[in-house]
């Protein structure tokens, strides 16, 4: 019999040992994720973690990220209490105080302002968790304010409003069923470790891969059929060249077009312009390619599914455009709403399309009211404006500098990062110094944090009870495995606090997140007790699984009906200067090339970060520890550097310094950093003002630079 010591070494759970294990998940990355996780908790401490094996997702599988928990969420910056800035903005003077003192501050605060300047000059905004959503929406909406806005509006909205102008839905890839894999920007390697196995087995079992990819990924060399390796921005003209290609050919579905396709003949004389005599000088990809490409989703395309990843094909300034010109290859190949190929999936609970319905959209809309003001990025982004009825927040530091079309006074937000925002310097940070009233919500102590005037302690997924939906009609509630640490609070827990210090006219939400909760999920079978007890995601009876041309047969979410290539709600606003077909314009500023000869790409995705939340955790830092800068050898050899050496990377806004780190896998011409460094902040070398007219989204992955060595690899 091992001892008490040897069972308490190796952790095992036990009477004896007093360790038990709880079931929650892991919530650092993409919402479509949060892996299941069985944390061993002894004395009220997580002293272990491993996936949960019987989880739908995960299998008992975690990534770098997830099997960092623990020292995730007991960062030694972890907010502690509810604390007031004492000093200047910025000096890091905060004094502790209670919540109550917190709340009635707050409250007082953001009820002056709705009373002197209008409900619409506080403004609710949140970064990349995406939990709580409804809740802070709904707050925004019961105080009477249209300013609610999302890191969304960079992130995945664009790809969203392309769907939603085409057919009005939400739209996912059928992978499980395809013959032809179209991953345009995909590299799961980098962003979803779930999806490179899924890759895996299905390359096995002898799906087609078509890789579209700037750089030569570990998803190119190891799964791709056919590799295409576009200049970055440069999809829209790669699009249409297949399509020309595979309408010249005559490998098109025409009874399908003809039942379901609206602005075909529009289209395929547009696409005309994009052909062997121009694509290579347009894309960098000879038009051989395109001709393979053609010709394999001629041969394996029936089903075809294309996943066009959101954040590389969007951050660009012609994005929504190249993005929907993707889109018009599903749609002539007769391939939407099919089987294996891409299917309406209408969202069940913020973003997450589950199969079942609840009633989260009701939950906000009924706190929406029709006479509030024209939010944030209304006026600027006319289409964003129609489709989202949301602010665009890519225009918020503009209006709190400018303070026009009206004045936004304070801003309370659940996780504020300046660096997420072009030109940050000079943008958000200079924003959030100038406001007269800045709450952040965080689990963590900020280089944002340091500018507001109330900063308040948000616990993490460990800490509090949630709902959770994932694909195949789960349904999932969890417990808290441990306690809140320190004074901190669940965020929805504090929404629903404050609608209640305001005395907001919502019984609703004043009731709490169970309640809301409750109500929400009213048309699934479970109660929230039954899905809390079950301990993992439960099926939910109310699922129902995609059926083919259901959608299509019931006619589209579109003025016409059909999935359009040629979208009527565009056509029927010329006074917004876009354009109803999905054309193509370069995605390079005319910023002299002579001069910043070079391509700057940033926020390419590493398997050890996530964007500003885990630079900070030893374990993951250690795994790339520089900021740095990837180039070719050929454009090194140029500048003469080498490997490990500083680069100094500039762009009319300005320069920073990095580690320079050279590859192959990098096209030439092109230099790639990683963000949200705080030594080496990318974002700053990017205009603000370089934002798609359609989706207001800013070019992250396309402007010109220079480089230049800076010091050798020793120094
Ligand atoms: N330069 C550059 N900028 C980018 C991008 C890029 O590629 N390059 N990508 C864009 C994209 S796609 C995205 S999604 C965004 C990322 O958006 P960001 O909002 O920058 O994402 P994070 O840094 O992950 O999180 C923001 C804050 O939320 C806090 N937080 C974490 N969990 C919780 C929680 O449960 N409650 C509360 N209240 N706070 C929490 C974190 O500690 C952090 O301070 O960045 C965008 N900006
Ligand atoms: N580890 C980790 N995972 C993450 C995140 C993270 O920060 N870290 N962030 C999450 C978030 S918020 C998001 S939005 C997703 C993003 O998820 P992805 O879109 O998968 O991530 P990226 O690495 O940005 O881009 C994928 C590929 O697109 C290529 N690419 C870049 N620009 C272009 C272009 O113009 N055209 C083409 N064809 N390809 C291009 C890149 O070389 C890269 O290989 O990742 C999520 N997953
Ligand atoms: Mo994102």
């Known amino acids: 019999m091992p001892t008490k010591e040897e069972l308490l070494k190796a952790k095992i759970p036990c009477p004896e040992t007093g360790i038990t294990v709880r079931r929650t998940f892991c919530d650092i990355c993409s919402p479509g994720a949060h892996c299941g996780v069985d944390a061993y908790v002894k004395d009220g401490e997580i002293i272990k973690i491993e996936g949960t094996k019987d989880h739908p997702l995960n299998q008992g599988l975690l990534c770098t990220k997830g099997a960092s928990n623990r020292q995730y969420i007991y960062r030694e910056d972890r907010i502690k209490t509810p604390l007031k800035r004492t000093g200047p903005k910025g000096s890091g003077q905060f004094a502790p105080i209670t919540w109550e003192e917190a709340y009635q501050t707050i409250a007082e605060k953001l009820l002056g302002y709705r009373s002197q300047y209008g409900a619409q000059s506080v403004f609710f905004s949140s970064g990349y968790s995406k939990w709580y959503r409804p809740f802070l929406q709904r707050l925004c909406y019961s105080f009477g304010s249209p300013n609610y806005g999302t890191e969304s ?24 069923n395809c013959r032809l894999f179209l991953g345009w920007a995909h590299n799961p390697y980098f962003s979803g470790y779930l999806g490179a196995r899924n890759t895996e087995r299905l390359k096995k079992d002898g799906v087609k891969f078509i890789i579209i990819d700037t750089m030569y990924t570990q998803t190119a060399e190891k799964i791709a059929d056919l590799f295409l390796q576009p200049r970055p921005g440069t999809d829209g003209a790669l699009a249409l060249a297949i399509g020309n290609e595979l309408i010249s050919n005559d490998w098109i579905d025409h009874d399908y077009i003809d039942k379901y396709v609206h602005g075909f003949e529009e289209y395929a004389q547009y696409c005309k312009g994009f052909n062997k005599d121009n694509v290579e000088a347009l894309t960098g990809v000879p038009y051989e390619k395109v001709q393979k490409a053609a010709q394999m989703i001629h041969e394996y395309g029936h089903p075809m599914s294309i996943r066009e990843s959101n954040a590389p094909l969007a951050h660009h300034v012609n994005g929504m455009q190249n993005y929907r010109a993707i889109m018009a290859l599903s749609a002539i190949t007769g391939n939407y709403d099919r089987k294996g190929g891409q299917t309406p999936s209408p969202f069940t609970f913020t973003h997450q399309s589950a199969g079942y319905h609840t009633l989260e959209h009701e939950f906000v809309d009924e706190a929406r009211r029709r006479s509030m003001a024209v939010p944030v990025g209304g006026t600027r982004f006319p289409l964003w404006n129609e489709l989202e009825k949301e602010a665009q927040i890519m225009d918020l530091s503009r209006q709190i500098l400018e303070g026009t079309p009206y004045p936004i006074k304070a801003l309370l937000a659940f996780g504020m990062n300046f660096r997420m925002f072009p030109d940050s310097e000079h943008s958000m940070k200079k924003a959030l110094e100038e406001l007269d009233f800045f709450v952040d919500v965080d689990l963590f102590m900020t280089d944002s944090s340091q500018y507001a005037d109330i900063v308040l302690p948000a616990c993490s997924s460990f800490e509090r009870e949630e709902f959770k939906c994932y694909p195949g ?53 479970y109660t929230v007790s039954q899905l809390q007890d079950a301990d993992k995601p439960l099926k939910v009876p109310e699922f129902r699984p995609h059926e083919e041309y259901a959608a299509l047969r019931k006619g589209l979410l579109t003025p016409t009906g059909r999935f ?19 054309t193509y314009r370069e995605p390079l500023d005319d910023v002299d090339p002579e001069v910043y000869p070079l391509t700057l790409t940033e926020g390419g995705r590493l398997p050890n970060a996530l964007h500003s939340r885990l630079h900070d955790v030893s374990w993951l830092r250690t795994l790339h520890p520089k900021a740095s800068g990837e180039i070719h050898p050929d454009d090194a050899a140029d500048y003469d550097i080498k490997e490990g050496d500083l680069m100094e990377i500039t762009t009319p806004m300005g320069s920073i310094t990095v580690e320079a780190l050279l590859s192959k896998r990098i096209q030439r011409g092109l230099v790639s950093v990683y963000h949200d460094y705080r030594e080496a902040n990318v974002s700053n070398l990017l205009n603000r003002n370089r934002l798609d007219p359609y989706s207001g989204f800013p070019a992250f992955r396309s402007n010109r630079c220079r480089i230049a060595k800076k010091g050798e690899a020793h120094e």
């Open 564 to 582: 359009e290539l040629k979208s009527e709600i565009i056509a029927s606003h010329p006074e917004w200067g876009l354009d109803p077909l999905p």
């Open 473 to 525: 009609g789960y349904a999932y509630f969890t417990t808290p495995v441990i306690p809140p640490l320190y004074e901190s609070k669940s965020d929805t827990d504090i929404m629903c606090d404050l609608a209640r210090y305001m005395k907001l006219d919502d019984p609703l939400l004043t009731k709490g997140y169970r309640a809301c909760m409750e109500y929400i999920l009213s048309p699934i079978s």
């Open 153 to 176: 509006g960079t992130c995945f909205t664009s790809g969203l409003m392309a769907w939603e102008t085409a057919t009005g839905f939400p739209t996912r890839p059928d992978m499980r």
